[in-house]
């Protein structure tokens, strides 16, 4: 499932958890993005819509997955850099483990060489910046 369909997949739990009925979903979608209908959606309109919903008291489930994996010395460190960026923006290990396959086609990130980590830690500094959360 790519991240769009897992954004979409969340606005309609949101919507269903927080029992809001189509026109006044429809309202809020214009209200927020300007836009009728979630298909129409860009991504920073979709974390609008998903921010708007937790602000109306949804609250969404935090899916930790797995702990954090076991590093060899020479890896541990930026395994500790990638744990600390996932912890600030909320995010899990298999969102990790889904950077390495998409990056490196490599199944889990416990599994990637010490440049390879760079290229984790870069993506979720860019993914910080872009979210707008602060990171140290």
Known sequence: ???RNIQLSKIH???K???IDDDTYRALLMRVTGAQSSKDLKPAQMDAVLSEFERLGWEPKRNTGRLAPKA???RE???KKIGAF???TGRS???ADGMAKRMYKVERTEWLNPKQLQGVVAALEYD???RGVQTS
Do not use: F, H, Q
């Open 1 to 3: 499932m790519n991240m």
């Open 13 to 15: 739990i949101a919507k």
């Open 17 to 19: 958890d927080l029992g």
């Open 72 to 74: 060899s010395p020479e």
């Open 77 to 79: 460190k930026l395994v």
């Open 86 to 88: 996932l912890t600030t």
């Open 93 to 95: 290990w298999a969102y």
């Open 128 to 130: 910080a910046r872009r």
